[in-house]
């Protein structure tokens, strides 16, 4: 088993959402990255127990028939699957009185995060939703001279990663110790809090590919002295795209912080989207056999594996879309969706029909 694409997993959340059952007997299991799958499978098992005081013999019937084939398929699974796994089973007959028990079993693009065991009248997907919209993850980082708390936005999902406290002493001096003499203990305490979060900041970030950005909160001066004071790598430092005033440095202000950054979050899109299609005409301008655009001219460059990253555009059609997308994905291709909200967008719209590569060979 291996992880779907995203494509498949839109695929999967539309077929699921069309079933509904006649009472609370649809399953929807959700085990995260890491969780052993053997205790949920005796999880299950247990559920089969508080299934019989179900009333309705009819959905007594169907909720035991749906965990039996739940446990049974887990017995295949030696572990949970390197992203975890969701499992949806449940009687989808649209005729009362037949039988018509299904399972779906997936292995989603990312890791899941959540553990769930729901019975209802239709199946939870909000999970799987969430993964559709995350097309990029930010670093979060609050702090003051007091604590400081790392996190990360996925989507909507605001998630702490650490949380640091400095110990540095109130501004009450121990007795004898002269004003200058504190003041100077306790910059230099600051400093070496400072380079603490540095290197945690480094450590949970630099190698995260998917890291589009950084955003920075607290008090004034703190995190203005922490960034100017260059503890960060360049690579890093680089990476900040928004300073915020927040009160909190705790996990609230984790919240606080991304409430506050609504606009700056909302404008990455439109920036990276300028980039990309800069970058598109750019090389159609200057090496222009490196570019091709167009349904039949770009279908035949992923046919020949000459794609290197494809481009189409949200008013392409769905079945074109689709088609182009599957034969990238078997390449191995990146693909970009762009909007018509900038004015590349809707150049590129209107040159390509929606459609362009940029190559990896000529052809």
Request: hydrophobic share 35%; with cysteine.
């Amino acid at each position: 088993m291996a992880p779907i694409t995203k494509d498949e997993l839109e695929e999967m959340i539309e077929e699921l959402s069309k079933y509904k059952g006649r009472a609370t007997e649809l399953i929807s299991v959700y085990i995260p990255a890491g969780q052993n799958i053997h205790t949920v499978s005796g999880q299950l098992e247990a559920e089969k127990g508080t299934a019989k005081n179900i009333k309705s013999t009819s959905t007594r019937k169907n909720v035991t028939d749906a965990l039996e084939k739940l446990t049974r398929h887990l017995k295949d699974f030696k572990k949970t699957p390197e992203t975890g796994l969701a499992i949806f089973s449940g009687n989808v007959s649209k005729v009362e009185g037949q039988t018509d028990l299904q399972l779906w079993d997936l292995e989603p693009p990312m890791p899941l995060k959540v553990r769930m065991y729901r019975c209802d009248k239709e199946f939870v997907l909000e999970p799987l939703r969430e993964m559709m919209e995350i097309q990029e993850v930010f670093g979060l980082v609050v702090m003051d001279r007091k604590e400081a708390t790392i996190g990360i936005l996925e989507g909507k999902r605001v998630e702490m990663l650490q949380h640091m406290t400095s110990g540095i002493p109130s501004k009450v001096r121990a007795g004898g110790q002269s004003s200058q003499r504190f003041h100077r203990i306790t910059e230099g305490l600051t400093k070496d809090f400072y380079k603490r979060i540095a290197e945690e900041v480094k450590k949970i970030f630099f190698e995260n590919t998917k890291l589009k950005g950084i955003i920075v909160g607290g008090p004034v001066p703190t995190k203005d002295e922490w960034i100017d004071g260059q503890y960060l790598t360049t690579k890093l430092r680089e990476k900040i795209i928004g300073v915020i005033d927040v009160g909190d440095t705790d996990e609230s202000g984790l919240k606080e912080l991304v409430g506050k950054s609504q606009e700056i979050l909302s404008q990455q899109d439109i920036i990276y989207e300028k980039k990309l299609l800069e970058k598109f005409f750019d090389t159609l301008g200057g090496k222009e056999s490196m570019v091709v655009y167009d349904y039949k001219n770009v279908k035949d460059a992923l046919e020949k594996g000459a794609v290197a990253t494809l481009i189409l555009s949200k008013k392409l059609d769905k079945e074109k879309t689709k088609e182009l997308q599957k034969l990238a994905n078997n390449i191995s291709s990146k693909i970009e969706i762009v909007s018509t909200d900038t004015e590349e967008g809707e150049q590129f719209w209107n040159m390509t029909k929606g459609i362009g590569a940029i190559l990896r060979f000529e052809i």
